[in-house]
């Protein structure tokens, strides 16, 4: 194991390197002495500290089996507290004489409970929210009381899009229409002039520059979105002819999420700060300088520009931000606008943890290896055997090529019944008993081939968790995202298993085998052997961005319970909100069976058993009842 200590010397600090709590954590997260992950709203070693195992248990005796969501609500309202301290203090050190103002936009997590948080927490600082279709303006409309925040409406906007936002402009809402095409700013002005309200309007533009990174797409020249420069200077041009120039307020741009590079940031900005000028030079009022999202999230700890980590830390990307701005807005003495930040990842991805069980586990069986091979025994078994007596360190791709070959011709022998089925599970021996030398001898080469670094995960141990990949990590199947993966406690005993997670979908791509590691990523996961009787939990961490509403129902795993605690100064906590996760019922009915129909149906199947003399009646009692307890069960497994 790490730095080769023997399982009685292991500590929890082994853990922490180990699995590197402490580089991914944001200080949120930490491990007690006892071994234990703990939650420490207020950062490490300063205020109360939570263990998960405990929350875990709390939930058990509530009724609640896992997976769960964990929430917690603290980390939440301390990330919008760093997001606006942290501006704060830059504004104020370099002398800037706007304001920050932040907005939450909905996709990343548009759950009523964090909406309703947001906008609780974010009253005191005018945090405000963006949207970008007509259901999200009308969830955010619903939660929105502070008539100083922004509300900033993107999106492809139809009339009744405009219609609402204007009608929330009307009860004194500060909500901006930003172009993303041409074509919006007609229909704006003229259902603006409808509805008696003069809109704020704002311009999407296409930046030149194009960030790095996984889900950057957004920005470039030929991004889908926004006004390229002439674009803009025709908004400025209709908008003169109209008489209405004093309606634009606010330039905007998106790189795209998760931008890794600070300099991607900054140079961003730059361009963005001279549209601006050109704006004003025009003279639109102007006033909000809005630079979208993209403040990435370190999942990896490993601070640098790799896609799953970024380069920089909030003060950074805060005092970068406002002194480019102020840069090129001073050379000509221009105002310096409202900064606004649209951070989605940033601000919720820390606030939800993914609690969940592991079921069972398999193996690769290595069985007896027989000294001598009794006669009769094909050619092509007797060459596997050989090749594993002759391993060397020089000969492990010559060994690793050949145990694949002879392997495959046992197969095929196999197959044309020229070999008999124990003759094939000694070759099946055989071929894992070299994988694992090779494997064990791999390490001590200095240039590992390809073929050899992905031995590890297929002779590691499969650990079946509790949930569902396509539901609750969607990133992690759909585009390899990694996120933190550990063990929620016996971080005191080290850890011998080499692990992939499997889910309990009945998908191959259900699977994580793809870990954070400082150096990068690793294909296995260091576990505790499952021990008779005990429950094993694991979290999956910064899973609060982008996870939950992208989920879908594979194999009929529905949502999971959502449960929020909030932390109190002394210790304590409560749980302060609870969301059941779906039944079978409720997941049925998502593809249009009628749960009360599918019992009736059962019913009349159990009925026609009672008539063959199949069942009695109260077995068909027993059998319904089965039924009607299945359907309002959890659609995970319970113990
Ligand atoms: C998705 C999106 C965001 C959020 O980006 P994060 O990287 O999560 O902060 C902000 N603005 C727009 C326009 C978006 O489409």
């Known amino acids: 194991m ?5 399982m009685q010397q292991w500590r929890v600090d082994d853990s922490v390197e180990l699995y590197g709590i402490r580089n991914w954590g944001g200080g949120f997260f930490d491990v007690s002495e006892k071994g234990e992950v703990v939650i420490c709203p207020q950062g490490r070693n300063k205020g109360p500290q939570v263990s998960v195992m405990e929350v875990i248990n709390g939930l058990h005796d509530r009724g609640y089996d896992m997976p769960v969501l964990l929430r917690v609500e603290n980390i939440l309202d301390s990330r919008i507290t760093r997001l606006h301290e942290c501006f704060r203090k830059a504004i104020h050190k370099l002398g800037y004489k706007g304001e920050y103002r932040g907005v939450f936009p909905i996709k990343v997590n548009q759950q009523q409970q964090v909406l309703e948080k947001i906008a609780q927490f974010g009253s005191k600082y005018h945090h ?23 509300l900033i409406c993107n999106g492809y906007k139809d009339e009744e899009f405009v219609d609402l936002g204007l009608q929330a402009m009307r009860m004194g ?17 003229d259902r603006g002039k409808a509805l008696g309200v003069k809109p704020n309007i704002g311009v999407r533009a296409k930046l030149a520059v194009k960030a790095s990174g996984h889900w950057t797409e957004s920005g470039g020249e030929r991004s889908t979105f926004g006004l390229t420069p002439a674009q803009i200077v025709d908004v400025v041009d209709k908008l003169k002819e109209a008489g209405m120039l004093d309606c634009l307020q606010l330039l905007h741009y998106h790189l795209g999420s998760q931008v890794p590079n600070i300099r991607d940031i900054r140079t961003a900005v730059t361009e963005a700060g001279r549209l601006y000028m050109g704006l004003v030079d025009e003279g639109a009022p102007m006033g909000y300088l809005d630079l979208g999202g993209g403040l990435a999230v370190d999942y990896d700890g490993s601070h640098t520009n790799f896609v799953s980590s970024r380069n920089y830390h909030l003060d950074e990307y805060c005092a970068d931000v406002v002194e480019a701005v102020m840069t090129i807005l001073d050379e000509k003495d221009v105002p310096h606008p409202h900064i606004i930040t649209e951070s989605g990842r940033a601000t919720v991805a820390y606030y939800s943890v993914l609690l969940f069980n592991i079921l069972d586990f398999s193996v690769v069986e290595i069985g007896q290896l027989p000294d001598e091979l009794p006669e009769g025994t094909p050619e092509t078994l007797r060459n596997l055997k050989e090749c594993y007596n002759s391993i060397t360190l020089r000969s492990l791709q010559e060994c690793y090529n050949d145990a694949i070959y002879y392997r495959d011709e046992m197969r095929q022998l196999f197959s044309a019944g020229r070999v008999t089925l124990r003759q094939r599970t000694l070759s099946e021996h055989f071929f894992w008993a070299i994988m694992k030398r090779i494997a064990q001898e791999k390490n001590r080469l200095k240039h590992l081939p390809r073929d050899l670094a992905d031995i590890d995960s297929s002779l590691a141990d499969i650990y079946y968790a509790n949930f569902s990949v396509f539901q609750s990590l969607t990133d992690s199947w759909a585009i390899d995202q990694l996120f933190p993966i550990m063990p929620v406690h016996r971080l005191n005993e080290c850890p011998t298993q080499h692990c992939i997670i ?3 979908t009945c998908d191959s791509d259900g699977r994580i085998d793809k870990f954070i590691d400082p150096q990068g990523m690793k294909s296995t996961l260091e576990l505790h052997r499952l021990k008779d009787g005990e429950e094993y939990y694991m979290g999956v961490f910064l899973v609060g961005a982008y996870q ?16 929020s605690i909030r932390i109190h100064d002394d210790g304590s906590y409560e749980y302060v909100r609870e969301i059941r996760g779906d039944t079978v019922a409720d997941v049925l009915s998502y593809v249009e069976y009628d749960p009360r129909r599918i019992l009736e149906d059962i019913r009349a199947a159990a009925e026609s058993s009672v008539r063959e003399g199949r069942i009695t009646p109260s077995d068909r009692f027993a059998i319904l009842q089965a039924f009607e307890d299945g359907l309002r069960g959890y659609t995970y497994f319970e113990r």
């Open 2 to 6: 790490a730095k080769n200590r023997s």
């Open 128 to 150: 405000g929210m963006e949207v970008g279709s007509k259901a999200e303006l009308i969830a955010a409309v619903s939660q929105f009381r502070d008539k100083q925040a922004c």
């Open 173 to 189: 809402l500060n909500c901006f229409f930003v172009l993303e095409m041409p074509g919006e700013l007609e229909m704006i002005l």
């Open 502 to 504: 499997s889910d309990i």
């Open 548 to 563: 939950e509403t992208l989920g879908d129902l594979h194999n009929l795993l529905g949502d999971t319970h959502v449960v």
